[in-house]
């Protein structure tokens, strides 16, 4: 084909021309957003059919009742013959389980999967059939099942252990132990879910339960406040953690809050070498300084010291018997001295004039302090230094909080009430009449207190007054 030169150049002309331009560029525009637009949609349908293969899953079905969810087949029907052979293993049997493996598709993501652990413990549960077992019953009561006898021997050797223990590092010798309730190990047939766990039984039969309460120790916490907080005594809270009787709290110490209850009871029989206190006589001598509801310790008493070989009977380490088998004295004890007054006990009704509740250095005033406001006087003094009713009255409070320690409220009639703060001992009860200068507790150091001193408020009519200008005063 023959191209004139004068045609190419006409050609030229024309593309030169502007609204030919123009429609080039719409065109160009056009082709990119369409491609813009079909990455877009080719992105979006991979990610969903993505979405779609990643959340595939399958609905287990094991028998009628659904068991959980997996992403693979294989992993419920691998853990299903894994079962079979642990069995087999276990009790020496070949099971046959009649239930089937069923699976449904569904989608879910990875939070919704079932664990491995608890769908071997669904397939458990539903399992039908039964194996040898042995049972460790109580005074008659089943508390719980095991894989074989030497398995539930092994146990209640275990409970036993400590307390044999207990008797060799006491230098003790054993003579009986034996358990108190009627104790049995019986052949029966059981469901494999019924079996516990060795440790779980183990601490089941110690403690009487299998829920576990406890408390973690903050800035502030006593026994007594822990105590208050979840009702429970005392007394019970140390059995409960008995190493921490008579020691210190720590912040972030965990305390547990149930109390044993064992089901069953320890019983030893056991020869030991004691060293025993022997108890003191009381001599008393009379003083007319003193009122006549009024002691004081002259000389405290000596208990003396003996030794025995006794056998000794206890329940779970508690002592029940005691016959002394030989005895010999180390020291003689020696007797206290009380002098009891004999001055006639003062009128209850009040006298309308405070006095000073302790004698002792002051040391902080009623105001402004620290930032806040000092609601009494401080009087320092030694711990157990006599602290006395600044008038007569009744006592309305007697108890402790984190802020006074052990403290006591007299009320004086007319709106006025006295209260001493920071107390190591309390000698009267809520509801007790006392009369001016009656010994009501001993200075301490409890509560927020940074020194033994008695903390020492007026007030009338709920608000606070200053001591210092009420004492030695006419108030009503």
């Not at 969810?69 to 419920?76: F, G, P, Y």
């Not at 979840?230 to 008995?242: C, Q, R």
């Not at 320890?266 to 002691?295: M, N, P």
Request: with cysteine; charged share 30%; proline share 2%.
């Amino acid at each position: 084909m023959n191209i004139k030169y004068s045609d190419i150049i006409d050609r030229l002309k024309k593309l030169a021309n502007g609204k030919t331009c123009l429609r080039l560029s719409i065109f160009l525009l056009i082709g990119i957003m369409c491609g813009t637009t079909i990455r877009v949609i080719n992105d979006r349908h991979e990610y969903r059919v993505r979405r779609e293969i990643e959340t595939r899953a399958f609905s287990v079905y094991f028998g009628d009742k659904e068991i959980g969810k997996v992403r693979d087949q294989n992993s419920a029907q691998k853990l299903v013959k894994d079962i079979k052979k642990i069995i087999k293993t276990d009790y020496n049997c070949d099971i046959v389980i009649n239930q089937k493996l069923r699976f449904e598709d569904i989608h879910v993501e990875d939070e919704e999967i079932t664990t491995t652990a608890q769908l071997k413990k669904e397939i458990l549960d539903v399992l039908s059939f039964n194996v040898k077992a042995y049972a460790i019953k109580i005074n008659g009561k089943v508390v719980g099942h095991v894989k074989t006898k030497e398995v539930a021997n092994r146990l209640l050797g275990e409970i036993k252990q400590p307390y044999i223990d207990r008797i060799k590092e006491q230098d003790g010798e054993l003579e009986k132990i034996d358990f108190l309730e009627k104790t049995e190990i019986v052949e029966v047939e059981q469901s494999l879910s019924k079996l516990m766990d060795y440790d779980d039984l183990l601490n089941y039969i110690k403690k009487g339960t299998t829920q576990e309460k406890t408390h973690v120790v903050q800035k502030g916490d006593s026994l007594w406040s822990i105590s208050k907080d979840y009702d429970i005594s005392i007394k019970d809270l140390e059995k409960a953690n008995p190493q921490y009787v008579n020691g210190y709290l720590q912040i972030n110490d965990e305390l547990s809050l149930t109390v044993p209850k064992p089901f069953i009871t320890v019983v030893t029989k056991e020869k030991a070498k004691l060293i025993e206190k022997v108890g003191f006589d009381t001599e008393y001598q009379e003083s007319s300084s003193l009122y006549k509801d009024e002691t004081r310790v002259k000389r405290k008493g000596v208990y003396g010291e003996r030794e025995i070989v006794a056998l000794v009977e206890k329940h779970n380490n508690v002592e029940m018997k005691k016959e002394v088998l030989q005895e010999s004295i180390i020291s003689q004890p020696k007797a206290q001295i009380v002098i009891r007054g004999t001055k006639a006990i003062p009128a209850l009704a009040g006298t309308g004039v405070f006095q000073r509740p302790t004698r002792g250095m002051l040391t902080s005033r009623y105001g402004p302090r620290w930032g806040g406001f000092h609601r009494g006087i401080d009087l320092a003094s030694g711990i157990g230094t006599p602290i006395k009713a600044a008038d007569s009255g009744t006592v309305i409070f007697t108890g402790y909080s984190k802020s006074y320690g052990y403290w006591v409220e007299i009320s004086h009639g007319g709106g006025y009430s006295t209260r001493y703060a920071h107390c190591s001992k309390i000698y009267v009860k809520k509801g007790q009449k006392v009369y001016k200068d009656k010994t009501i507790a001993a200075v301490g150091n409890t509560g927020n207190s940074k020194g033994p001193h008695v903390h020492f408020e007026i007030l009338k009519y709920g608000k606070t007054q200053n001591p210092l200008s009420v004492l030695g005063k006419k108030y009503r």
